[in-house]
């Protein structure tokens, strides 16, 4: 119960606070309620009731397109035996694929024109928490190349983010929309990236808990310009964008490849002149024994 | 053989258990290896990356001069001086990691999420005695 005073910023949880967490959890500095935060490996690590895991609650499985794609990022990120890969791209310890949990219809009145494929979506960010901070964020469409044969497209895309509506409606209103133009060759990509990074930082850095985004994505193959029934039917090929969040995790359990680890203990022997007595008083007969030693 | 001659009832040297005593410990503390899989775990459901885990372990004893052999504190030797010459009550040193190395984990949330972390400390690759 007695913290030394050397470690005030280690809080431990008194027994008596609350019976779900784990006996004593040292949380890292300035997290009271850290449990809650952790990570979900550390979560259940640190899970003291038996087989926790096992009785884990049914998780929703992801789209196959985005697990694919996670994986593809691990292998790019770390090593067959889990070793983080170090290179100077890599800035990121922490990625985030989140689906959109609502897709509103649109309103009749900000309907935009030739709007061929286009959806509101609701990010839930409660599992991005406040020690994680945004180093690239990107809107992820991935479409089902067998819908055309390989030819070239161009894309427009309408992304505008949207404020929390006070009525508490889950579609607010449009503001600040952005247009992408994209143009891009089908048989050379299962994915398109658009980055929002500019676009999403100071709802990520305000700690917002959900994020709206209307997307307007219309697409038509260069050369069939004036058809735009064929855009139509690539613009169905498309699903719901999933939002891919790059951060950079500052809590203690996150790996920081720039986070230099105090100097090695050995290196303050030299200065101890206790240290010398110690060792002599330790080695005395030993010494005897090496003399033997290099004798034999 | 002077000896012997002289008084032959004096204990012959049986030199290999003499030289025992000079060899290092057998089982002196160092870094072993564990490798798991998370589907012995049953975690493979939502643990996406990596399938094997080797988080290796340290385990031995602690020499009586550990030095800075082993990275260990002054206060390891103390410890065993205490140990050894005053009151064996307390502990011996013991054998523990002293260094470690990231894991990078992928894993998929309750809600469908997937997230890709990487978490420190997950991998002993050195030890210590304290």
């Known amino acids: ?296 | 053989d002077e000896d012997v001659k002289e008084n032959p009832s004096a204990p012959t040297y049986n030199l290999s258990e003499y030289f025992k005593q000079f060899l290092f410990p057998q089982n002196e503390c160092e870094l072993h290896n564990f490798r798991l899989s998370f589907s012995q775990l049953k975690w493979d459901k939502w643990i996406i990356a990596p399938h094997r885990y080797s988080p290796q372990y340290c385990k031995g004893d602690c020499p009586r001069v550990v030095g800075h052999r082993y990275g260990s504190p002054v206060h390891t030797m103390v410890q065993n001086i205490i140990y050894e010459k005053l009151d064996d009550s307390v502990p011996r040193p013991s054998c523990i990691p002293a260094e470690y190395s990231p894991l990078s984990v992928l894993t998929i949330e309750p809600d469908g999420s997937i997230v890709y972390k990487e978490y420190e400390d997950m991998i002993a690759t050195k030890c210590t005695c304290r």
């Not at chain 1, 550390?42 to 996670?70: F, I, N, T």
């Not at chain 1, 901070?133 to 469409?141: A, D, F, I, P």
């Not at chain 1, 790059?246 to 090695?264: G, V």
């Open chain 1, 1 to 296: 119960e007695a913290v030394s005073e050397r470690t005030p910023e280690l809080l431990l949880i008194p027994e008596d606070e609350s019976p779900v967490l784990p006996p004593v959890l040292l949380l890292p500095p300035g997290v009271r309620n850290g449990y809650a935060l952790l990570p979900p490996l550390l979560k259940v690590l640190s899970d003291q009731r038996p087989h926790s895991w096992e009785g884990e609650s049914p998780r929703l499985q992801p789209d196959s397109r985005a697990l694919r794609y996670m994986k593809r990022l691990y292998k790019m990120s770390a090593t067959k035996e889990g070793i983080p890969k170090a290179n100077k791209s890599h800035l990121y310890n922490t990625v985030w694929l989140l689906t959109p949990c609502a897709e509103c219809k649109h309103h009749p009145k900000d309907q935009i024109k030739e709007d061929l494929h286009s959806v509101d979506l609701l990010f839930n960010l409660d599992r991005v928490t406040a020690l994680e901070h945004l180093l690239k964020s990107v809107l992820l469409y991935s479409f089902d190349r067998s819908v055309f044969s390989s030819s070239a497209i161009t894309c427009t895309c309408h992304v505008a983010v949207k404020e929390n509506d006070p009525s508490g409606q889950v579609c607010p209103n449009v503001l600040q929309p952005i247009t992408f133009n994209l143009h891009f060759e089908i048989r050379r990509h299962k994915w398109i990236e658009i980055d929002v990074t500019s676009f999403l930082q100071p709802l990520i850095a305000s700690n917002k808990r959900s994020i709206h985004i209307a997307v307007n994505f219309t697409c038509l193959k260069d050369d069939q310009h004036h058809n735009s029934n064929l855009g139509n039917s690539f613009n169905m090929a498309l699903v719901p964008p999933s939002l891919l969040l790059y951060l950079n995790d500052t809590s203690e359990q996150a790996y920081r490849r720039w986070h230099r680890r105090k100097n090695p203990v050995w290196s303050r022997w030299r200065n101890n002149p206790l240290a010398d007595s110690l060792e002599e008083m330790g080695t005395e007969n030993m010494q005897y024994k090496r003399a033997s030693r290099h004798r034999r």
